[in-house]
């Protein structure tokens, strides 16, 4: 088949897509057929031979021309079913050639799709390697930032140093000129301990000394000395850490007779962390807490509830033991940080921290004079203080882990873990007595009238000295377990009663004339109980536990 080119006219393109789509579909059609039509041609070869074979040969007659025939009609059969085969061959590879066609259209759209694909990836590229470009610029400018702050920092590491090798050489100085101080004052000290030991020999301390002991209102004087500067003075008002208004004494109300509790009035969550020390101020109407998280805590007592009032920190670690002095302005706390620490209950800076144990101290308490201070340790030492000059006058070796003490100006009464009660006269640094206890001895107490002692020891009971007589009494109780080994006991104000928290939560009061249990205060405390006071004015007890909660009972 053949087509003729026609050019088309200027008229419309629509003609001339027509003409080319005919000029392909003819293409494809002729390239279809032309197996077909090739032997379709051979075929007619055959037959216009076989024509004029027949014209110019005679004609047979008879049964020849009948066999020539038979022959003839079975070629043309033969022809017949090859052209029929064509056919169908034709047809299956014209299917074949469509398949192929639609196959490559998938093939071709698919190309394009991973080409767009390409493209967008090429252009994240590109966004990407800008934004890189970007970062880079940023790093390298951090990077010249972060030598210059090296830089910076180096210098005034190098100058931190310097000034640290300054202030050691001043301190160092200082504690020159301080004990070259000290050695003055300590011989003159030497001269007086000697005449005083030559009196104590002709008459050595007793319990009935220490119990007739008086009570001194001022600090010992020191042998005049020459002056001398300190580069680090603490500030002072009137030589004193209170103010001139504030060392009067301020009395309390005084208790004729204690009222055992019967019921909580009040109950709070007071530490974020356990409660190891309380104590009643001895005014009865200020109350103070310590706690492993290293605080201490103010509370104002009003009609039977607790006030937050203020907070006193600067400790290391957690607070082992309080006590006010008789003012009721200062607060003195033991801790587990080697050293004792003084507040005024206006300010909750300490305004004095006594250090020179190697071990925690586990309390702290007055002497007779409130410039006058003694620590028990668990490095087995007493440790006598000055708060006028915060330092350490005197040393004693106890033998054993001090738990808790009581003292007087002249003695002191120390508990300890070996199962001893022991008596120390502070004029000669020597234990003058013994007394054995029950097992580890937890807490020390002494009553008002100074006449019976209260110990508290691990074996699940409380111990009634008499320090007169040496007679002893021992208070238990069904279910009272001590529950730690720093569980405090005290006195009622009055030394009629006492009271001790126990492990199983409850607060155990017995009568001190007959040793009988008064009461259990239970349900207020689901951990062990650490410490209990009662107020001076015999009205409240307050404990608290290793779970951070406070009760403050009465019997109202």
């Excluded at 032309?34 to 379709?40: A, G, M, T, V």
């Excluded at 190098?158 to 200082?174: N, P, W």
């Excluded at 001398?228 to 004494?249: M, Y």
């Excluded at 040393?395 to 808790?404: A, E, K, M, R």
Aim: glycine share 6%; charged share 25%; aromatic share 6%.
């Amino acid at each position: 088949m053949s087509c003729v080119a026609v050019k088309p006219p200027s008229g419309g393109r629509w003609k001339v897509d027509v003409i080319r789509q005919l000029k392909r579909r003819d293409q494809r059609q002729h390239e279809a057929f032309s197996d077909l039509i090739r032997h379709y041609s051979r075929m007619l070869e055959k037959s216009s031979i076989s024509a004029g074979f027949l014209r110019t040969a005679r004609v047979p007659s008879g049964p020849e021309s009948l066999s020539q025939n038979d022959r003839l009609k079975t070629m043309t059969g033969e022809l017949a079913c090859q052209v029929v085969a064509l056919q169908q061959e034709l047809n299956i590879k014209q299917k074949v050639l469509e398949e192929q066609q639609s196959r490559l259209a998938g093939a071709q759209q698919g190309a394009s799709g991973a080409q767009a694909e390409e493209q967008a990836l090429q252009a994240r590229a590109a966004g990407v390697q800008a934004a890189n470009a970007g970062l880079k610029r940023e790093y390298d400018a951090l990077l010249l930032l972060h030598a210059a702050a090296d830089a910076r920092v180096r210098a005034e590491t190098q100058r931190g140093a310097e000034l640290l090798e300054d202030v050691i050489r001043h301190k160092q100085q200082a504690a020159a000129r301080l004990n070259s101080a000290n050695e003055r004052r300590s011989r003159a000290r030497q001269v007086t301990l000697q005449k005083d030991l030559r009196a104590a020999q002709e008459t050595p301390i007793t319990m009935d000394t220490f119990l007739n002991s008086p009570v001194s209102t001022s600090p010992p004087t020191d042998p005049p000395e020459r002056a001398h500067t300190r580069p680090f003075r603490r500030k002072r008002r009137g030589n004193s850490v209170c103010s001139v208004d504030q060392e009067a004494f301020r009395p309390g109300r005084v208790c004729v007779s204690a009222r055992v509790p019967v019921r909580a009035r009040h109950s709070l969550d007071a530490h974020e962390q356990g409660i190891n020390a309380v104590r009643f101020s001895s005014s009865s109407d200020m109350l103070a807490t310590g706690g492993t998280d290293r605080v201490i805590k103010l509370w104002d007592v009003q009609a039977g509830q607790l006030n937050h009032r203020g907070t006193l920190d600067g400790s290391a670690e957690g607070i082992t033991s309080i006590e006010f002095d008789q003012t009721g302005f200062k607060v003195l706390a033991a801790s587990y940080d080697k050293s004792a620490l003084l507040w005024r209950i206006d300010d909750s800076v300490p305004k004095v921290t006594l250090t020179g144990h190697s071990r925690k101290v586990t309390a702290a308490r007055f002497r007779g004079c409130p410039q006058q201070v003694v620590t028990g340790s668990a490095d087995r030492t007493l440790k006598l203080w000055d708060l006028q000059k915060a330092a350490c006058v005197s040393t004693l070796q106890v033998f054993s882990y001090c738990s808790d003490l009581v003292c007087s100006e002249n003695a002191v009464i120390s508990g300890h873990f070996d199962g001893q009660i022991r008596l120390w006269d502070t004029r000669t640094a020597s234990c003058t007595l013994e007394l054995p206890a029950q097992g580890k001895v937890t807490s020390l107490d002494l009553c008002s009238d100074l006449r019976q002692l209260l110990s508290c020891c691990r074996d699940d009971c409380l111990q009634l000295l008499d320090l007169r007589g040496n007679n002893r009494m021992t208070l238990r109780a069904e279910g009272f377990k001590c529950g730690s080994d720093s569980t405090k006991a005290v006195f009622s104000p009055d030394g009629r009663y006492a009271a001790a928290g126990s492990a199983d939560g409850g607060v155990y009061i017995w009568s001190v004339t007959n040793g009988d249990l008064q009461t259990c205060l239970s349900g207020k405390h689901s951990a062990s109980i650490s410490a209990v006071s009662w107020s001076l004015s015999g009205d409240y007890v307050v404990s608290v536990d290793k779970s951070r909660r406070a009760v403050l009972w009465s019997d109202i």
